[in-house]
């Protein structure tokens, strides 16, 4: 029972910037780590970002100088901002938490429904 809400997708010119949200809800006790993946048309999945809930960050190297992730513990959201947007950067981008839940307390993962990033050329 919980719900990863994503917004901030859309189409940008190369060169641009998108802010990403994913905000988690439902029966959460605490949230763990916090990232972001990707999905091209015709490519697997793959990670973006991720954020503990300490702080510490890692980025695929595509994107690391472009693109930085952040969380807001109060409002259980993750954030990714992206700048110097590429062509190569169009994706699905899905968000996924790790949390534990407040019914029985185990660990679980969640996917967000994802948004899509278009940059033009």
């Known amino acids: 029972q919980v719900q990863l809400v994503e917004s901030g997708g859309g189409l940008v010119q190369a060169g641009g910037s998108l802010r990403l949200s994913c905000a988690a809800s439902?029966?959460?006790?605490?949230?763990?780590?916090m990232g972001w993946y990707r999905q091209a048309q015709g490519k697997e999945r793959d990670l973006v970002a991720h954020?503990?809930?300490?702080?510490?960050?890692n980025y695929a190297d595509s994107v690391k100088g472009r693109f930085t992730i952040s969380r807001d513990n109060a409002k259980n959201t993750v954030y990714l901002q992206m700048n110097s947007l590429k062509p190569e950067d169009t994706a699905v981008y899905y968000c996924?938490?790790?949390?534990?839940?407040?019914?029985?307390?185990?660990?679980?993962?969640?996917w967000g429904q994802g948004t899509q990033v278009t940059v033009s050329s």
């Open positions: 996924n938490v790790g949390y534990y839940s407040s019914i029985n307390y185990m660990r679980v993962n969640a």
């Open positions: 439902g029966s959460i006790s605490s949230i763990n780590v």
């Open positions: 954020i503990t809930s300490g702080g510490s960050t």
